[in-house]
């Protein structure tokens, strides 16, 4: 199914006024006619005016049906007799065969999260659970047929998935798309909002099953065969580019576009949380202690050259043993040394 445009011009209002104007005339010529009539003046023309008249004031409101308001970035997809004739795009007022319906399967869906807000409510509402996003759809008959063509914003909620190497994560994502065609939105599937959200879901979690949460060593995640830094946590970039990728081949079917997809939310999952944050500050404590190490190093070597270079002290490798010593443990020391002064010899 192709897209293709209604070709029709904006002559809504003049249709309206028109339209107005004659049901005016047939109230007027129905009244008169019935005067002329009950005087006994009026042959067969106000007879005929009267039932003319009379029909008019029956059927003369069916022309409205055929009046449609666009604003801008709205679409109306119209069928004729079950045969796509074609959508009308532009903000205007227009004016279509008053038998076309408009067509949109998912008028009454609404992704509860972000961009397409609105919620159903009253006995007419049911809500129904696709995949990670909450989705309401309403029952109610006089929904708004309409298609959006506006950039919106899919947030689907968090989903627990287990990365490459099986630790259980939590992430969130949010999705910005758009429909391109209207027609492959409408006719292709079912319900596209639905579809997108699932896809979502979908698309997630074989993208976040292929990386570490954090870097890992021997682990692939482009594909190549050669181990690399990808993660999670430190390529959320790269990861978000593929799930966008990804989402939108699933989706190019439907007539839809995906602008961007960006990770909101990501940790570890409860049951492992604990587990994970005493592993990363055993490393930060192990990563600051090689810091301290290697700077002390440095400072106690740098002491003994300045002290040889200036002839302050002649040290053998007994004294300078023990100078090492104890510059290692004031400097690599967690608290602040208490300084013990000797009197005498070392010896």
């Not at 309206?16 to 047939?26: D, G, K, Q």
């Not at 579809?195 to 870097?215: E, F, G, H």
């Not at 994970?276 to 404590?285: D, I, K």
């Not at 040290?315 to 208490?338: P, W, Y």
């Amino acid at each position: 199914m192709t897209e293709k445009i209604y070709t029709t011009k904006k002559n809504g209002m003049a249709v309206l006024i028109f339209t107005i104007l004659l049901y005016i005339a047939a109230i007027v010529l129905f009244i008169m006619s019935i005067i002329k009539t009950d005087a006994e003046q009026g042959g067969a023309i106000w007879v005929l005016t009267l039932i003319v008249s009379g029909i008019w004031m029956f059927i003369g409101w069916f022309p409205f049906c055929g009046l449609r308001v666009l604003k801008p970035q709205e679409a109306l997809v119209l069928t004729l007799f079950g045969k796509y004739v074609g959508t009308l795009k532009g903000d205007g007022f227009y004016y279509v065969n008053p038998f076309c319906s408009a067509v949109n399967p998912a008028a009454g869906t609404k992704l509860r999260q972000s961009g397409d807000v609105g919620q159903g409510s009253g006995p007419a509402a049911a809500l129904l659970k696709a995949g990670a996003g909450d989705i309401t759809i309403s029952a109610v008959s006089t929904v708004d047929k309409r298609i959006s063509l506006k950039i919106m914003t899919l947030d689907n909620a968090k989903q627990k998935i287990n990365d490459c190497l099986g630790n259980p994560v939590e992430i969130g994502i949010a999705v910005m798309w758009r429909v391109v065609d209207t027609a492959k939105a409408v006719f292709s599937v079912d319900n596209y909002k639905e579809y997108l959200s699932l896809q979502c879901d979908t698309a997630l979690r074989n993208v976040v099953r292929l990386y570490p949460y954090d870097v890992a060593p021997n682990v692939d995640t482009t594909g190549d065969g050669v181990a690399d830094e990808g993660s999670l946590r430190g390529s959320s970039d790269v990861v978000a580019n593929r799930i966008k990728c990804e989402i939108q081949e699933r989706v190019k079917d439907a007539g839809l576009e995906i602008v961007d997809a960006r990770i909101t939310y990501l940790a570890y999952a409860p049951e492992i949380a604990a587990a994970m944050l005493q592993r990363q500050q055993a490393s930060a404590v192990v990563d600051a202690r090689k810091l301290i190490v290697d700077g002390a190093v440095g400072m106690v070597e740098m002491a003994l050259e300045e002290l040889s270079r200036k002839n302050v002290v002649e040290l053998d490798d007994e004294r300078k043993a023990v100078m090492v010593s104890n510059l290692l443990v004031v400097l690599c020391g967690n608290h602040d040394a208490q300084p013990v002064v000797n009197s005498g010899s070392l010896y």
